[in-house]
């Protein structure tokens, strides 16, 4: 069973980058690395997801690792919105579900 | 606004009453998921539809719990005879099928259940 692993918690300053890891030494080669925040007091939103190579979109970054045993979850620019718990998960290959398994995520907090 | 939403936000009740809880997911999407979360802890997966059909059913859906998609449109979830460990928030999630382990599950607000 594919974990996450991922910080208690950070701190950025606002409008300075963030950077959340996430460790998945176990990840299989076709398991899927997604992303998702929660918002206090709201339903978890998507934010990206990747394979191999590194993404981009609107929101944020993410930088896999050559190996794929961890990536990062890069915010360019943190604002007050961001503040959220930020959860790793990694859809398996070979699973047969769709469901995704949330650890206790990355607490980040955005210092004004 | 288009988005998954769930009906009541807020609900409270005494122990051993059954509670019903809504969802109605994005309108186009065939998938519908249920998570629970308790405070401090992230989402725990319960059962999962594709259309009207219940694939997947998780431990934690024990048989006081039931959830049904009469018309692979909006999904009920009823829990039967609560209990306060039943004190939660309960997730929908929904999203299409077709993009395999890419696929994007989009989040109702939660209803939250305080079991008194």
């Known amino acids: 069973d594919a974990k996450t692993t991922q910080p208690n918690s950070m701190e950025s300053n606002e409008e300075e980058p963030v950077h959340l890891p996430c460790n998945h030494s176990t990840i299989s080669g076709t398991d899927y690395i997604h992303w998702y925040r929660q918002l206090p007091s709201q339903g978890p939103e998507y934010v990206i997801h990747?394979?191999?190579s590194n993404v981009n979109n609107r929101m944020a970054s993410l930088a896999i690792a050559e190996d794929r045993k961890s990536s990062t979850l890069i915010l360019h620019r943190a604002t007050l919105r961001d503040a959220a718990v930020y959860y790793c998960i990694l859809l398996l290959s070979g699973a047969g579900s769709y469901q995704l398994t949330f650890g206790k995520g990355t607490k980040l907090s955005v210092i004004p | 606004d288009t988005g998954v939403s769930q009906d009541p936000r807020h609900k409270i009740t005494k122990r051993g009453q059954n509670v019903t809880f809504r969802c109605d997911p994005i309108s186009e999407h065939n998938r519908l998921y249920w998570y629970r979360q308790t405070l401090g802890q992230g989402p725990e997966f319960l059962t999962y539809f594709q259309n009207e059909a219940q694939l997947e059913k998780s431990r934690l859906l024990s048989d006081r719990f039931s959830a049904e998609r009469p018309k692979g449109s909006f999904s009920t979830l009823e829990i039967q005879r609560t209990e306060q460990g039943d004190s939660a928030m309960y997730l929908c999630?929904?999203?299409?099928?077709?993009?395999?382990?890419?696929?994007?599950?989009?989040f109702g607000p939660g209803t939250r259940l305080l079991v008194l």
């Open positions: 999630a929904s999203s299409l099928a077709g993009a395999g382990l890419q696929e994007t599950q989009y």
């Open positions: 990747g394979l191999t």
